[in-house]
Each structure stands twice: as structure tokens, then as C-alpha cells.
């Protein structure tokens, strides 16, 4: 799942479009993405078989942030150690954004839990501003006349910066999480929180009843299907879990493709099941968020979906948050030492939020880079790793030789399909989905 982006935009996409259009194009995207990632692999391959820069720490990698780095690792030692540090830092900056977006989502939710549970003093002392003010409705109240709702909407919405108590937890886990490793154990446990969740929804579901809008073919709406399909599945989906598979990078070209087609086909019933669920459930997802559907704020919310909601939303934030810092210092330790690689996994991400919500432009910030990191993650990398290497004399050299040709015209085919699907969800977030309130980066 996403790092706090599109946690109802891929059921709204359902309800939109219909569910046979919908899950045509999430089988589209999974084809796409296997195809992309098995010749990204061949291309690393090739890179170590021809004893180039070996790959560290990629074995045991489990969570979706570790793939974005751990990628930018391998082409910056794909394309020689002059470019190394450069992209481990582009790598580590666009990542660091988008959990910005989980800090935000967690630290929301926890503001209006401590306010519900301590009343509006204990808030008032968990949550210092620099702009007490800004957490009254009424310019001239004092800090203690503020109800729990104007402390959560007015401090945030006005712009001012909040220090909360979720902000303190998280940093506190992020210092003792620099120690350690994302291990198999952990991508197991991981595994099996996003199943319970998927059964949560399901059972959930049998106890609501089938209440939301959904049509073979909805309205037809083909912008605002492909947009949500590329921020659903580019971000949270690209270069997928074959980084986890052990011996990955030591097999052989002829069989690195069925991990990543057992890895794609994975995540796509995953994301189809949550989305479907979803989508046949609540009637009225567009004029919800996340967090309005978890703390039922102006809406009546059966109790059962409220915890069906929360449960698949903190499993889909708080794993990236907690692999983040892991993430960060193994990418950085080798090129910029321990202390430095430590003081970026702790402070990256407390200190972009900070500016962020400081200059009041977190949602463009975070939805156009959002954009570039996707574009730059699952078209271009595989599509240019694949040129360059159609092209030089190190392509992958098939022990069947008659085979050679046919698999690299239908991989250029594959990429050049992918260019033209990532035009058009340009051309779509900029015309169609607009008329749904879905601009550019809003399915995030």
C-alpha cells in the first residue's frame, strides 16, 4: 500500500469507472510493472556478471521505501562511481518527501486521539504551537477555550507548525530503529498484517452489507482511471518485492523473471481485493478522507468500518515510516559514513515536514514530487536501462540463441507501451480528473 497517498483513490477509481475497467487496467499496470522489473534485473545482472560494482544489503530489503533506494543504489553502480552519490541523494530526497506524507497522516490522527483522550489542557501540553492562536477559532480565546476540534483544524489548516506527541514517538522509534535491519522476519510479519487487514475489510463488508455505488462500467471516466492506476501502483508497486527474494541478484537471466511475476501478481490481488472492498462498501468515498473516515468527523460511519478503515490505514503508513530510517542509513553509510548516514535517517524527515508545514506548501510539494519520483521510478529507469543495454554488447545472451530477438522486441514494445500510458495520465490529470477533484498528484 502507499505511504499515506491514495487510500481511497483506488476504491473511488472502482466506483468511477467500474469494476471491469478497473481491473483491467490493475492487470495492464501488473504486466507492465513484471515486464520492467525483469529487465531491470537482467540489466543488474549483467552489470555483476561482468564483475562490475557488487550490491550490498539486497537480500534481506522488505518494505516499499527500501525498493526506491535500493534501486537508485543499483543504477547509480550501473552507471559508474561518478554518479553514485548523486543518485543515492536524489533517491534519498524524493523518498523523504512522500513519508512526509505518512508523518502527516499519523501525527493527525494522533493529535485527535490524545485531545479525546486527555480533554483540551492535556492537549494544549502534548501539542505546543508557535502560534498558540492558531488553535482557537476565535482570535482573542485563550489556549484552554479551544475545543478539540478547533485545536486539530485551526492549528494545521492556518499553517502553523505543531510539535505532537506523535511527532516525539516517531522520532523516538526512528533513534532506536537506526540499529537495526529489515529482515525476512520482519517482511513476514509485515506480509501478515496487510493479509489480516484484507480479511478485517472482508468480514467488515459481510456485516455492513454491499452499500456502495459501483457499475460494470461507471462513467466512463478514462483520465481518472489511468491517473489513480499510475499514483496506486507506480509509487507503491514500482520495482516490487523481487529485491526480497533471496539469491535474486546470484540466479541466472532465465530465472529471475518468476519471483517478480509471483511478487506482481501478489500485490495486484492484494491492491484489487482493498480496493473492491472498499468501493462496494461506502457509498459516499469521494467526499471522504482517510482520516475523516477513521474519526468519523461529519459523517455516519458504522463503527466496523471505522476500524476496518484505521487498521488498513495505520498497517499502510507506519511500516514506511519505520523502514524509512532503516532504509535511509544503509543507503547512505557507505558513501557518507556512519554519523552522517544516522543523523539523515533521524532528521530528514522531522526536518522537511517542518519546512513544509512552515511555508504552508505541503500538498504541492509532496503531489509533484510525487510525480517525478513515479514518472522517474517506473517508465524512465526501465526504459532506459533497456536502450542502453539493447544497445551495447553485453545484452543478455540467451543460452537458446533463437530466443534472443523475440525478447527484446516485446520488452521495447512493453516500455514504449508504458511511455504512452504515462502520457496519457499526464494529459488526463490535467483535463479529466479535474472535473472530479482529481488535479494532478490528488489521487495521493
Given at each position: 500500500m502507499l505511504t499515506g497517498a491514495g487510500f481511497l483513490a483506488l476504491p473511488r477509481m472502482y466506483q468511477e469507472s467500474g469494476w471491469i475497467l478497473g481491473i483491467s487496467f490493475t492487470v495492464l499496470f501488473t504486466g507492465i510493472t513484471a515486464f520492467s522489473c525483469d529487465a531491470f534485473a537482467k540489466a543488474c545482472y549483467i552489470y555483476k556478471r561482468n564483475d562490475g560494482p557488487q550490491l550490498k544489503e539486497l537480500t534481506s530489503s522488505a518494505a516499499e521505501d527500501q525498493i526506491v533506494l535500493n534501486a537508485g543504489k543499483m543504477l547509480a553502480n550501473i552507471t559508474g562511481p561518478?554518479?553514485?552519490?548523486?543518485?543515492?541523494?536524489?533517491?534519498?530526497?524524493?523518498?523523504?518527501?512522500?513519508?512526509?506524507?505518512?508523518?502527516?497522516?499519523?501525527?493527525?490522527?494522533?493529535?485527535?486521539?490524545?485531545?479525546?483522550?486527555?480533554?483540551?489542557?492535556?492537549?494544549?501540553?502534548?501539542?505546543?504551537?508557535?502560534?498558540?492562536?492558531?488553535?482557537?477559532?476565535?482570535?482573542?480565546?485563550?489556549?484552554?477555550?479551544?475545543?478539540?476540534?478547533?485545536?486539530?483544524?485551526?492549528?494545521?489548516?492556518?499553517?502553523?507548525?505543531?510539535?505532537?506527541?506523535?511527532?516525539?514517538?516517531?522520532?523516538?522509534?526512528?533513534?532506536?530503529?537506526?540499529?537495526?535491519?529489515?529482515?525476512?522476519?520482519?517482511?513476514?510479519?509485515?506480509?501478515?498484517?496487510?493479509?489480516?487487514?484484507?480479511?478485517?475489510?472482508?468480514?467488515?463488508?459481510?456485516?455492513?452489507?454491499?452499500?456502495?455505488?459501483?457499475?460494470?462500467?461507471?462513467?466512463?471516466?478514462?483520465?481518472?482511471?489511468?491517473?489513480?492506476?499510475?499514483?496506486?501502483?507506480?509509487?507503491g508497486f514500482v520495482i516490487p518485492v523481487w529485491l526480497s527474494t533471496p539469491g535474486i541478484m546470484e540466479c541466472s537471466e532465465k530465472d529471475t523473471f518468476p519471483p517478480i511475476r509471483d511478487a506482481c501478481v501478489s500485490r495486484g490481488i492484494q491492491f484489487t481485493v482493498f480496493g473492491m472492498m472498499m468501493a462496494l462498501t461506502f457509498k459516499d468515498i469521494d467526499t471522504m478522507s482517510a482520516i475523516n473516515l477513521v474519526l468519523d468527523r461529519d459523517n455516519d460511519v458504522d463503527p466496523l468500518t471505522q476500524l476496518c478503515a484505521f487498521i488498513l490505514l495505520a498497517t499502510a503508513i507506519l511500516p514506511n515510516i519505520l523502514s524509512y530510517t532503516i532504509t535511509v542509513k544503509d543507503n547512505l553509510e557507505e558513501d557518507f559514513g556512519s554519523d552522517f548516514a544516522n543523523g539523515a535517517a533521524f532528521v530528514l524527515p522531522w526536518c522537511s515536514a517542518f519546512l513544509v508545514y512552515f511555508g504552508g506548501s505541503y500538498e504541492p510539494v509532496v503531489n509533484w514530487s510525487s510525480i517525478l519520483l513515479s514518472s522517474y521510478m517506473n517508465f524512465l529507469i526501465p526504459l532506459w536501462l533497456f536502450l542502453m543495454y539493447a544497445r551495447s554488447d553485453t545484452v543478455v545472451t540467451y543460452k537458446v540463441a533463437d530466443m534472443r530477438q523475440p525478447r527484446l522486441t516485446w520488452l521495447s514494445i512493453v516500455h514504449w507501451v508504458g511511455v504512452l500510458i504515462c502520457v496519457f495520465v499526464i494529459v488526463g490529470g490535467l483535463q479529466g480528473p479535474a472535473d472530479v477533484g482529481f488535479g494532478p498528484g490528488r489521487a495521493l
Open positions: 561518478t554518479h553514485h552519490s548523486a543518485f543515492l541523494s536524489l533517491g534519498t530526497a524524493a523518498l523523504t518527501f512522500l513519508n512526509v506524507s505518512a508523518i502527516r497522516e499519523v501525527s493527525r490522527a494522533l493529535d485527535d486521539i490524545f485531545v479525546l483522550l486527555f480533554g483540551n489542557s492535556g492537549g494544549l501540553t502534548l501539542y505546543p504551537t508557535f502560534e498558540f492562536v492558531a488553535s482557537c477559532t476565535k482570535s482573542d480565546s485563550a489556549p484552554g477555550d479551544c475545543d478539540g476540534s478547533d485545536l486539530f483544524h485551526d492549528a494545521y489548516d492556518n499553517g502553523a507548525v505543531i510539535i505532537t506527541a506523535g511527532y516525539c514517538l516517531l522520532c523516538a522509534a526512528c533513534i532506536v530503529l537506526c540499529s537495526f535491519r529489515i529482515n525476512d522476519t520482519m517482511q513476514k510479519w509485515m506480509y501478515y498484517i496487510s493479509l489480516f487487514c484484507l480479511i478485517e475489510v472482508i468480514i467488515g463488508v459481510s456485516c455492513i452489507g454491499w452499500e456502495g455505488n459501483i457499475t460494470p462500467f461507471g462513467s466512463g471516466n478514462f483520465g481518472m482511471i489511468l491517473e489513480v492506476q499510475f499514483f496506486t501502483f507506480a509509487i
